[in-house]
């Protein structure tokens, strides 16, 4: 069975910091692509940070670059956004995703979503 089990959101003053984690297990982990993805109400969903199954590598989406960090754990099977100097319009549900193959088949999973509401 796929989890991808969130964790670490909730309320924070503008200018804080939270640290999103998620754990995942039923697939390998080490050569998963995972990601953070966000929506507010209203918007549509937007990729928010990759880490990538290849060396590590990571990409950013322009909004939040210098402020959050993605990071994975292989040992664990967790990867972590660090988000720093939020800001209001930060706030929206998060959410962890893996995606990968096995064989020819490609996968892609999704956590349950986490609330980050950043407000004074």
């Known amino acids: 069975q796929v989890q991808l089990v969130e964790s670490g959101g909730g309320l924070v003053q503008p200018g804080g910091s ?5 754990a995942a297990s039923g697939f390998t982990f080490s050569r998963a692509t995972m990601s953070w ?4 109400p209203g918007k549509e969903r937007e990729l ?3 880490v990538h199954n ?3 590598s990571t990409d950013y989406a322009d909004s939040v ?3 959050f960090t993605i990071s994975r754990d292989n040992a664990k099977n967790t990867v972590y956004l660090q988000m720093n100097s939020l800001k209001p319009e930060d706030t929206a549900v998060y ?3 893996a995606v990968g193959s096995l064989f ?4 892609n999973y999704w956590g349950q979503g986490t609330q980050v ?3 004074s």
Do not use: D, I, P
């Open 104 to 107: 020819v088949s490609r996968y």
């Open 37 to 40: 993805y966000r929506q507010a």
């Open 18 to 22: 939270l640290r999103l984690s998620c």
């Open 54 to 56: 290849t060396g590590g």
């Open 65 to 67: 670059k210098g402020r």
């Open 48 to 50: 928010v940070a990759v």
């Open 117 to 119: 509401t950043v407000s």
């Open 95 to 97: 959410y962890c995703n």
